[in-house]
Nanobody
Framework: VQLQASGGGLVQAGGSLRLSCVASGRTFVNFGMGWFRRPAGKEREFVAFISGRGGSVSYADSVKGRFTISRDNAKNTVYLSMDSLKPDDTAVYYC?????????????????WGQGTLVTVSS
C-alpha cells in the first residue's frame, strides 16, 4: 500500500490550502482515511477522519469549522481542505489509511502512512 500526499506550502494566516492524498495497493472504499499532523517539536495529532463511503466524518476540535475532509473513491484520493488557516496550523501533515472502516483518532488504528507534506502558515 502506498499513500502519496501533496498540496502543502506556505500561506498567510487566513488563507486556504487543499491537501491531496492518492492511495494505491488496497481497495480504497473499504477503508477509512485520516489526516494527522506533527507540529515542529510536538507529537503527532489527529486532524480528521472520513469513512470508506464518506458518510461519517470527524474532526479535531482545533480544526472543526475550518477544515473539511472529503474523498473521491473513483480517484482513490482523500482531500483536506483547510480554510482560515492560523500559524498554529503549521505542521507536517500526513494522510493515513485506517486498518478498517471505523472512525478513530488514534495513530495506532492506522496501518499505512503517507510521507507527509509541510504546511507553513505565516502571521
Amino acid at each position: 500500500v502506498q499513500l502519496q500526499a501533496s498540496g502543502g506550502g506556505l500561506v498567510q494566516a487566513g488563507g486556504s490550502l487543499r491537501l491531496s492524498c492518492v492511495a494505491s495497493g488496497r481497495t480504497f472504499v473499504n477503508f477509512g482515511m485520516g489526516w494527522f499532523r506533527r507540529p515542529a517539536g510536538k507529537e503527532r495529532e489527529f486532524v480528521a477522519f472520513i469513512s470508506g463511503r464518506g458518510g461519517s466524518v470527524s474532526y479535531a476540535d482545533s480544526v472543526k469549522g475550518r477544515f473539511t475532509i472529503s474523498r473521491d473513491n473513483a480517484k482513490n484520493t482523500v482531500y483536506l481542505s483547510m480554510d482560515s488557516l492560523k500559524p498554529d496550523d503549521t505542521a507536517v501533515y500526513y494522510c493515513a489509511s485506517c486498518r478498517g472502516d471505523y472512525p478513530s483518532r488514534h495513530w495506532y488504528a492506522y496501518d499505512y502512512w503517507g510521507q507527509g507534506t509541510l504546511v507553513t502558515v505565516s502571521s
